[in-house]
Structure formats: structure tokens, C-alpha cells
């Protein structure tokens, strides 16, 4: 279990680059810490792998206050981007070298390097050098080093960021499996929300050296805390459109749609912003209630499904405080043979209980 209370770190300058941070990761956990480039992410894990020292706050590992411990005496083993290899050293010496530093003896390291590079299916590249591998060996033998020494957590810091998009599908799927085996609690790094979701048990997703929100990836991806984390999750930015609540039901876009609960009790004409992702638009050539009325502008191909973008007409009258005097925009996800033409006039309608 790692436990973080109160943890800030201010660089000179006065960057602050992780702020009044308190976080739980249970024993066993595979957490992803997901957010923008300069949240703070990589400041955290090097926090609680002991690199960078907090200038406030505590951490503990299983229980055990670590703040002032040395990053060696931690039991936590840090994979980088980089992988950090030694470029002289063979596949064996470089798995074995941290053992090497416990004064681990020398049969026992070459047996534990040799059964840890069996299980990374490294057996064959054991007398290679890191120059004459692959990017996606050189990453396994990187874990493979990580995991020989059986430490109590691992810490990733992007460790599948130099792999092509092939590579790397399958190294999450191999590390996924292999997390859940070793049973070891993993704090993963990554500004990738895919794969974060695909992941991890548990996400938070960072901003500004805060956590704006931690939940499974079904919570962080069905119900965001916040704008900030509707917009940063899921592989088509989510609609995001300002409303107001009127007559009972909300006025968004044009269309009046029935009040969602999370709007319940609020005062008639209140502004709200309405989200519903474009996977749960559905689109229909013909009008209906509860639907925005708008033109195909834009087509993507997904592949399985196409991303439709409509415009959808400013509407006359007041419109909701906030509205583009342009119009609004709306996307939706429909299945492939299911898409609209360009130009179309269509009728598209948000799942409600979405
Ligand atoms: P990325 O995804 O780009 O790696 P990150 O979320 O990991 O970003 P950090 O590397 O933790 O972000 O950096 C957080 C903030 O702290 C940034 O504003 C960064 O410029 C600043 N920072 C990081 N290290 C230092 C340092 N040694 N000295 C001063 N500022 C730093």
C-alpha cells in the first residue's frame, strides 16, 4: 500500500509541481497516473520512489513512513522511459546488476536473472548487448531487471512511450497479464488516456499538481468530476455544450431535452454545461424530440465506425447564456453502413440516462 498525505513539492523558481497531494494505492493495485505534460506526473513517482525529496507532506509505503528514506533502502523498483540500460553490459549482467548492488551472490543473481528473462521470454538474447535488441526486447529486459529483484512496488514512468503502435498494444496487453501475476502494486505513468483505461484498476487524472479525479476507468470515462476530465478522457473529445434549464427540461443547442438528474433542483434559467459522449448520440434522418437539429459538416472513418461532426444553426430566440452566436457543433460515433451523407440534414439525439 502506498500512502501519500499532504505531499507537495515546490521547485526553486517556485514551481510548484505536485500541490497538497493526498492519494491511497492499495496492495496489489495496477494505478495509472494520467494528465497533461507538466501536471506533475513524473515529479510524483520520482517522490515516491525517493528521487526528489518533498518539501512537504509524508509518504508510506506498507504502512512504514519512507519520507526520509533513501531511494535504495525503499523496495520499489522504477522502470523510465528510457529504460536506462547499460549499453557495455549483456542481456544477463544488465537484469542481474541491481542484485549486484544488494551483494546478492553471484550463482543465485545468475539464476534469478535467467528465470525472470524465461518468464520475459528473453532466454534466447541473454548474452546480447542492449545495442543489438529491439525497442520492444530492450523494454523487457528493462522489466525484467525491475522484477528480479521482487520489489514491493513497481513505479513506471512511461515505459512503453518508445514503442511503435503495434509494439505497443501487444507490451500492454504482456504487461497487464503480468501485473495481475505478480500480484506487485504498480503506479504507471502515462499521458496516453487509452492506455491508462485499458490499464489500470484505478486512475487519477492530474492537472496543475492536483488530482482533479480518481475512480476505475468505467467512473473517470462515465462520470467525470469535472469539464477537465470529460474533455481529457476518451479517444473522441466528449460534447460539451452550454444549456439552460428551462421550462422543466434543459434548453441546449436548440432542442429541449428532459431535465438529467444531476441538473435536478436547480433554479429555472440556470446555465449548465450539458456532456454526453458522441458514442451515445444516435442519429436519425428524420425529426424527433429531444434532439439537436443540425447538418453533416464533417466524416471521419474509424474504421469500424465513422466520427460524424454536425453544425448544428444558432437558435432564434435566447439562446442559453454561452451559446456560439454561430451555432454549436456535436459529434456522434455511429456504426459502420449506419453514416449520414455530407450535407445531410440530421436529427441527433443524446441517450438521456447518458
Ligand atoms: P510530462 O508528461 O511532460 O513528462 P509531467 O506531468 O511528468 O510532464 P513533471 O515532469 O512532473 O510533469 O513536471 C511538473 C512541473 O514541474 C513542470 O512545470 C516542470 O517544468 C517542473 N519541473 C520538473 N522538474 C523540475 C526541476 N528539476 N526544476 C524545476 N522545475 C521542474
Redesign the pocket.
Known amino acids: 500500500m502506498i500512502s501519500l498525505h499532504g505531499l507537495t513539492k515546490e521547485?526553486?523558481?517556485g514551481?510548484r509541481?505536485i500541490d497538497a497531494l493526498d492519494l491511497e494505492i492499495a496492495d496489489g493495485e495496477f494505478f495509472a497516473l494520467l494528465?497533461?505534460?507538466?501536471?506533475?506526473?513524473?515529479?510524483?513517482l520520482r517522490t515516491i520512489a525517493g528521487l526528489e525529496t518533498p518539501t512537504r507532506g509524508r509518504v508510506a509505503i506498507g504502512g512504514v513512513d519512507v519520507t526520509a528514506t533513501p531511494p535504495g533502502r525503499r523496495d520499489v523498483a522504477m522502470v523510465f522511459q528510457d529504460y536506462a540500460l547499460f549499453p557495455h553490459m549483456d542481456v544477463t549482467d544488465n537484469i542481474a546488476y541491481p542484485l549486484r548492488i544488494r551483494k546478492v551472490p553471484r550463482a543465485e543473481r545468475r539464476a534469478r536473472a535467467a528465470e525472470t528473462a524465461a518468464r520475459l521470454s528473453l532466454a534466447e538474447l541473454l548474452a546480447r548487448r542492449p545495442g543489438q535488441l529491439s525497442g520492444g526486447q530492450q523494454q523487457r529486459v528493462a522489466l525484467a531487471r525491475a522484477i528480479a529483484c521482487h520489489p514491493r512496488a513497481f513505479l513506471f514512468d512511461?515505459p512503453l512511450s518508445n514503442l511503435d503502435a503495434r509494439l505497443r498494444l501487444e507490451a500492454r496487453t504482456f504487461l497487464k497479464r503480468l501485473q495481475r501475476d505478480l500480484a506487485v502494486t504498480t503506479v504507471f505513468?502515462t499521458?496516453d488516456q487509452g492506455e491508462a483505461l485499458a490499464l489500470a484498476d484505478r486512475v487519477a487524472v492530474?492537472s496543475g499538481?492536483r488530482i482533479m479525479q480518481v475512480g476505475t476507468p468505467a467512473e473517470v470515462f462515465q462520470r467525470p468530476a469535472s469539464t477537465f476530465v470529460a474533455s481529457f478522457i476518451g479517444s473522441t473529445p466528449m460534447n460539451l455544450l452550454p444549456g439552460e434549464v428551462r421550462g422543466g427540461g434543459l434548453r441546449v443547442a436548440g432542442a429541449r431535452l428532459p431535465l438529467p438528474q444531476e441538473a435536478a433542483g436547480l433554479p429555472e434559467g440556470a446555465g449548465v454545461v450539458y456532456g454526453v459522449r458522441p458514442e451515445y448520440v444516435d442519429l436519425s434522418p428524420a425529426p424527433r424530440p429531444g434532439a439537436f437539429a443540425g447538418r453533416v459538416a464533417v466524416l471521419e472513418n474509424l474504421g469500424t465506425a465513422h466520427l460524424v461532426t454536425l453544425e448544428v444553426p444558432a437558435e432564434d430566440g435566447e439562446p442559453p447564456a454561452g451559446s456560439e452566436p454561430g451555432g454549436a457543433t456535436v459529434q456522434a460515433v455511429v456504426p459502420e453502413g449506419g453514416e449520414p451523407a455530407l450535407g445531410e440534414a440530421v436529427w441527433a439525439a443524446p441517450r438521456h440516462e447518458r
Request: charged share 10%; proline share 10%.
Open positions: 521547485f526553486p523558481g514551481v509541481a494528465g497533461p505534460s507538466g501536471c506533475g506526473k513524473t515529479t510524483l512511461e505513468v499521458h492530474m499538481g
